[in-house]
């Protein structure tokens, strides 16, 4: 067992639990930059907030407030804020 075989097999799982696991809503190409931008730049200062835990105010105000600080340019907030207000639906609102 090489190193490498390890490496494919840890990408392999991961893609699967990127890709093939996910139990939310169908994203548009739009919303998948979004989710993106959300996992790979909104963990620096806290864990990743489920995006069902908010509203859509709350989030199209956060992508706002936390891309600013982020120096995030304006259509990024705003795939941030697509992504986040679309995830947000994903399991059964009251
Ligand atoms: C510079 C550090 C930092 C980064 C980067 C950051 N956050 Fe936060 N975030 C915080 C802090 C600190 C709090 C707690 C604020 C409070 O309690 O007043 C917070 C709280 C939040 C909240 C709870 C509501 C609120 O506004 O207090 C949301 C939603 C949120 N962050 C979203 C995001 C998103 C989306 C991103 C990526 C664009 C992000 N954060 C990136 C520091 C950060």
């Known amino acids: 067992m090489s190193a490498f075989t390890n490496m494919v097999a840890a990408i392999t799982i991961t893609g699967f ?3 093939g696991c996910d139990s ?8 998948k930059r979004g989710k ?3 996992e790979g730049l909104c963990d ?3 864990e990743l907030i489920p995006p ?4 859509d105010q709350v989030w199209t105000a956060a992508s706002n407030k936390y891309g600013t600080k982020l120096k995030l340019t304006r259509d ?3 795939l ?9 639906d994903s399991e ?3």
Do not use: M
């Open 80 to 88: 941030l804020a697509d992504y986040l207000t679309r995830a947000n």
């Open 24 to 31: 939310g809503p169908k994203l548009t190409d739009e919303q």
């Open 44 to 46: 620096k200062c806290h």
């Open 36 to 38: 993106q931008i959300y």
């Open 17 to 19: 639990g990127l890709l």
């Open 76 to 78: 990024e907030v705003s």
């Open 92 to 94: 059964s609102k009251d």
């Open 52 to 55: 069902t835990r908010f509203t």
